[in-house]
Nanobody
């Protein structure tokens, strides 16, 4: 079954950094766009970053632009989310998901969700 395993979450102080990893299982990432989503307590799931399968171009939500960086290592079948200058409002469970051939123009149509990794930003 195609799915992701996310890791790297934890407790961090405001201004700190974390790097999340998303390992694909059951399929290779080569032709898939990969997006990171998050769900904060009491809120809906939000798409925050996407990396296109076509040219590795990246897209970011305004809430994380300039602070988060998405990248992928096809040899490791892994996508990363480097999160810097973390804020209290970044507290959420973070998920990755895939979409075949997606150009990252939006966050619709993604699937193969993992279990998520929890990020807590607190002083």
């Amino acid at each position: 079954q195609d799915k992701f395993v996310e890791s790297g979450g934890g407790l961090v102080q405001p201004g700190g950094s974390l790097r999340l990893s998303c390992v694909a299982s059951g399929f290779t990432l080569d032709y898939y766009a990969i997006a990171w989503f998050r769900q904060a307590p009491g809120k809906g799931r939000e798409g925050i970053s996407c990396i296109s399968s076509r040219d590795d171009s990246a897209r970011y939500a305004d809430s994380v632009k300039g602070r988060f960086t998405i990248s992928r290592d096809l040899a490791k079948n892994t996508v990363y989310l480097q999160m810097d200058s973390l804020k209290l409002e970044d507290t959420a469970v973070y998920y990755c998901a895939s979409a075949l051939g997606h150009l990252c123009s939006n966050y619709a149509g993604f699937g193969s969700w993992g279990q998520g990794t929890r990020v807590t930003v607190s002083s």
